[in-house]
């Protein structure tokens, strides 16, 4: 079955630490660029990062940017998400997203909540 499943998220303090998975199951994720996506209460998800199969070209939405870092284990068939120094406005659904490219598919995991509270 093809799906990607998300994990680390939870509660974490201003200032702290996260660190999120991505673990494929089903497909080889070696051929798909990967994206983090989040979406908080009452907004539209927003594309935090992104990363091409082979790593050369990553980017960031500028609210993430010198915090946030994308990197991938293709051998683990996983992307990984390390949130640093995190603020209150991180707080959100964080989904990861592989795509193939055009005519290939796109999958999506069903998320991992992050909540910043004191």
């Known amino acids: 079955q093809v799906r990607l499943v998300e994990s680390g998220g939870g509660q974490v303090q201003p200032g702290g630490s996260l660190r999120l998975s991505c673990v494929a199951y089903?497909?080889?994720?070696?051929?798909?660029?990967m994206s983090w996506y989040r979406q908080a209460p009452g907004k539209e998800r927003e594309l935090v990062a992104d990363?091409?199969?082979?790593?050369?070209?990553?980017s960031y939405v500028d609210s993430v940017k010198g915090r946030f870092t994308i990197s991938r284990d293709n051998a683990k068939n996983t992307v990984y998400l390390q949130m640093n120094d995190v603020n209150y406005e991180d707080t959100a659904m964080y989904y990861c997203?592989?795509?193939?490219?055009?005519?290939?598919?796109?999958?999506w995991g069903q998320g991992t909540q992050v909540t910043v509270a004191s």
């Open positions: 089903g497909f080889t994720l070696s051929t798909y660029a």
């Open positions: 990363i091409s199969r082979t790593s050369d070209i990553i």
């Open positions: 997203k592989a795509r193939g490219g055009p005519g290939r598919p796109i999958y």
